[in-house]
């Protein structure tokens, strides 16, 4: 599930250096190695029968298959990693298999605890004229280890936010391919797992410390043996641990080494945060969040009988409509801290810093009771004990994290940075640490220590205790924070049609400033203000002092006149020309978190019950005439777009400023929206029901696409519609499939659930501030409903016509600022965002505003938006196509993966129904009385 510390008793044999959890002896004798040769013997032949299961019970492993159950000590388990160097080479690689994973706590535990996480592929799939499909951000996967299967070289990154359980999937993967080794000898990968925070040494080449990393191990054959066999799979955790002062150099090396001194058939798998690994140019898969499922199947597995009861509790704090909280639950890592107050009946009102701080103490205050230190000065004063560990370990990390250069650290480190009258000494304070799993020990050859803290995010904790305590002493610490963020500040750089912005500077500190805030206590609004602070001397970083009170938030109620004033400054900066795309984009993102000033939750009486509810910003669209669809003189006009009839006059209506929001939706999720069939139309109940011909026209549509692009010439509509090579990619495999193959993939990526929006667990997607996406027609209009009967007042979808009226003003302009295109008015594939942006970030002042002359929002670029018409030929047009009818509902308005031409005001396409995308929306309109 989240990750989590094992138990390392380590018995140690003789004098020797560790190897993973087990003591690699010297001195062995013949005996040893006879016993061990045994040993190893019957743990295999009860493991290779399939149904056989491992678990620890009482102290000890156990293997139960069906001849009888196998109990292997602890004990059993320290002789046998120390004959690892020594016993027949034969052997070597089952007995690595089994010290370093499958009889290993680390790795065991997660056959029976690990939840599978979902996850996306993206940067793959592109329809037909320009638009994506479902999976253009990924192609889904319900368990990220699966993500493998769809990846040619069997390269790849685990993407995701600290916490997010990435390391946990790359030690279950170890685990399945450790198991499947002892199984099947010949047939399966040797797991590899390294941690890159290790990589340290400038001059050294990423290949060299995989041999050096592999020399270790105490396998037979030599790593340049093993690699040129194509029988290892290499797992790389933690890119962004790797030293910070030059860490793009030690991407570029893993780059070399993954693309060229790696023969293919061997596998690589790291894992990063987001915005560290892009440029090793290898397939990502991002880790979602948890949903409620399997939250709820954390909860059973932990608590077993009990698990009933907790959850109830626990959902019913899901239901009180705190995002805060949920944006916790949704997170593996604090998932399970929450679930530990929740088995102690503690309450879960707390903030990410207040668990990790729970995580220290609790843990610490458990080792001193068991009375392993030495020093038994503690029994006096065990507070006083428990707070100099954990000042230590916070002096520690503070100052690995401003040297920038490692993630580990030996003794001196912490000498160094005791006090004099320190109550513990270095070596006790070590012992300590160690023993309560905040950080971890590793021994080398040579009989050296060094130490890592358990989790890369309880390092950030610690240092975020420093952080606080030196800005309460009055330091300046703007250089933990300062980035740039005006357009002057950046070298301008032309990209490639298609490719991403470059991810935004960052100094490393982003996690331990927003967890100081919300450690800071009574100091809080004074830190907060620090980072936001704007002038020479110190700078400033309004995102992170967004995100920052967002945590504070969480605990200091008092803030609120801080955060409406930071709310306004943010809105101004996602909107200042002045400023990067990358620092607008980033201002939004913390809006979002911080609450958008636009998007206040009301309650409302329905029914006899409160409900909360957001009434959008709606925009006036007077009555009278506007001109209506595009001239056939227009070059980037269709032939759908024609008609006779271009001068319409229209009833006056509202129509909301923005896209429906994550923010806005998300209440309808919470109010059972997906479960109340009253909002349903009849077809949008069968849709509901999720039967596997749920999405059979949207799966029709995706092959008839196939068949037009292989019919007309993907090089043609390629270079028609200015895709992307990674797009024209796409679209050679998958035409390149034969049809039941084609068909096959189509079913699987339409596969979602049937309770909430497509990409509802997406990290990239569901910022409150995002407009809502992955949802289809019959979604859109069931949200409309809901919000009529909870408001009292009338909302739908727009008509065609209003929808263009509301866009581009009475004129007919081609855009809603006028009639050239610019990339700077609006979020398209020009801009170079590749994602759903937050709402508004196009209304800059002066000469860029992307707005419409009736003062909407995003009207060009973002999201598709979902209309009320069917597609149907226009008045006296003159096109003649098979697709119009009531098949299809039209979408207006282009997304961030169109190109120019999609994104005017007269552009129109169409959808099923029953067809939900990434890059696909709505907007309300509210008719006039």
């Known amino acids: 599930m989240a990750d989590s510390p094992g138990d390392h008793n380590t018995v140690t044999i003789g004098a020797g250096a560790q190897v993973g959890s087990v003591a690699v002896g010297r001195n062995i004798t013949v005996a040893d190695l006879t016993r061990a040769e045994a040993l190893l013997s019957e743990i295999l032949n009860a493991l290779r029968d399939l149904s056989a299961r491992v678990y620890t019970e009482s102290g000890a492993h156990v293997i139960d298959a069906p001849a009888g159950k196998r109990r292997v000590t602890r004990d059993e388990v320290a002789l046998l990693g120390g004959v690892l160097g020594q016993i027949h080479s034969d052997q070597r690689e089952a007995l690595y298999l089994l010290t370093h994973f499958v009889l290993d706590d680390k790795y065991l535990r997660w056959d029976r605890e690990y939840v599978r996480l979902k996850g996306t592929m993206p940067g793959t799939p592109l329809r037909y004229t320009d638009r994506e499909t479902i999976s253009a951000a990924g192609i889904i996967v319900q368990d990220v280890r699966e993500a493998l299967d769809y990846t040619e070289r069997k390269r790849l990154v685990i993407l995701g936010n600290p916490g997010a359980g990435k390391t946990v999937t790359l030690e279950r993967l170890a ?7 002892l199984r099947d000898p010949h047939g399966a990968k040797i797991p590899v797992r390294v941690d890159l925070v290790k990589f340290e040494q400038d001059h050294q080449s990423a290949a060299a410390f995989i041999e050096d990393e592999w020399k270790q191990l105490g396998l037979h054959d030599t790593y340049g043996e093993a690699i040129n066999r194509r029988r290892v799979c290499f797992l790389l955790d933690g890119v962004n641990e790797m030293p910070s002062d030059d860490r793009g150099a030690r991407v570029e090396k893993w780059k070399h080494w993954v693309e060229r001194d790696l023969p293919d058939g061997n596998w690589a798998v790291f894992t990063s945060r987001f915005g560290y690994a892009d440029a090793l140019r290898v397939p990502q898969v991002i880790v979602q969040n948890l949903d409620r499922a399997r939250m709820r199947e954390y909860f059973t597995l932990r608590f ?14 899901l239901r009180a409509g705190d995002d805060r909280f949920e944006n916790l639950a949704q997170n593996p890592l604090f998932l399970s801290l929450l679930a530990d107050r929740c088995g102690q009946g503690k309450s879960v009102n707390v903030s990410r810093a207040q668990l990790l701080d729970d995580l220290a103490q609790e843990r610490l205050a458990h080792e001193l009771t068991l009375g392993r230190v030495s020093n038994n000065a503690w029994l006096n004063a065990p507070k006083k004990f428990q707070d100099a560990v954990i000042d230590a370990l916070a002096h520690a990390a503070f100052t690995l994290r401003a040297q920038g250069r490692s993630k580990t650290f030996n003794r001196a480190l912490l000498e160094q940075t005791l006090p004099r009258n320190a109550p513990l000494s270095a070596d006790e304070i070590l012992q300590l640490a160690a023993q309560a799993d905040l950080v971890q020990e590793t021994t080398a050859s040579d009989g050296s220590k060094t130490y890592k803290f358990w989790h890369h995010l309880l390092q950030e904790y610690f240092a975020a205790r420093q952080v606080a305590a030196q800005f309460r002493a009055g330091k300046n610490l703007s250089a933990y924070w300062r980035v740039p963020w005006r357009v002057w500040q950046f070298i301008p750089k032309r990209l490639a049609h298609g490719a991403p912005l470059d991810a935004p500077p960052l100094t490393g500190w982003e996690e331990s400033v927003v967890l100081a805030a919300g450690l800071a206590g009574k100091d809080a609004a004074r830190f907060v203000s620090a980072v936001r602070a704007d002038n020479l001397l110190r700078g400033d970083n309004l995102p992170l002092a967004g995100r ?8 200091h109620a008092d803030l609120e006149s801080l955060a409406q004033t930071l709310r306004a400054e943010l809105l101004k900066r996602q909107r200042d020309k002045g400023a990067h795309l990358n620092a607008r984009l980033s201002a939004g993102r913390a809006l979002g978190e911080l609450g958008h000033p636009e998007f206040i939750a009301q309650d409302f009486s329905c029914e006899g019950r409160v409900v909360r509810a957001i009434v959008p910003p709606l925009e006036r669209v007077p009555a ?11 070059k980037d006009a269709t032939s759908d777009e024609f008609t006779t009839e271009r001068r319409i006059t229209l009833p006056a209506f509202e129509i909301g400023r923005y896209p429906v929001t994550n923010a806005e939706y998300a209440l309808f999720i919470q109010d059972g929206g997906y479960h109340d069939e009253r909002w349903w139309s009849d077809a949008g109940k069968l849709w509901k029901q999720g039967k596997p011909d749920a999405h059979d026209r949207a799966i029709e549509d995706y092959l008839k696409q196939r068949e037009i692009v292989r019919k007309q010439g993907l090089a043609q509509i390629a270079k028609a519609y200015n895709w992307p090579d990674y797009r024209t990619r796409y679209w050679r495999e998958l035409i390149a499939m034969d049809d039941e193959a084609a068909k096959r993939r189509a079913a699987q990526i339409f596969e979602r659930p049937f309770d909430r929006p497509g990409f509802w667990e997406d990290p990239e997607k569901n910022n409150p501030a995002q407009p809502v996406v992955g949802v289809n027609w019959y979604e859109a209009e069931a949200y409309c409903n809901w919000l009529s009967a909870v408001t009292g007042r009338a909302f739908r979808l727009a008509h065609e016509q209003e929808w263009e009226k509301a866009a581009r003003g009475t004129n007919g302009q081609f855009y809603p600022w006028g009639n050239t295109f610019d990339r700077a008015r609006c979020n398209s594939i020009e801009s170079h965002i590749l994602n759903t942006s937050p709402v508004g970030m196009f209304a800059a002042m002066q000469s860029i505003a992307g707005i419409s002359p009736f003062h909407g929002h995003d009207f060009s670029g973002n999201v598709w938006e979902w209309t009320n018409d069917w597609y149907q030929v226009y008045a006296g047009g003159n096109a003649v ?15 961030f993966y169109n190109a120019r031409r999609e994104l005017r005001c007269g552009w129109r396409f169409r959808y099923t129904p029953d067809n939900w995308v990434v890059n696909g929306g709505f907007r309300l309109l509210s008719p006039g009385s």
């Open 304 to 317: 077993a009988e009990h698990a009933d009861a907790l959850w109830d509790g626990f959902e019913k704090r």
């Open 175 to 181: 685990y399945d391919l450790a198991l499947r080794g």
């Open 624 to 634: 009278g005439e506007f001109i209506f669809g595009s001239d056939p003189r227009d």
């Open 881 to 895: 196509s098979d697709d119009f009818g009531e098949k299809y509902r039209v979408v207006r308005g282009g997304s």
């Open 548 to 555: 920052a009170l967002a945590e504070a938030l969480m605990e």
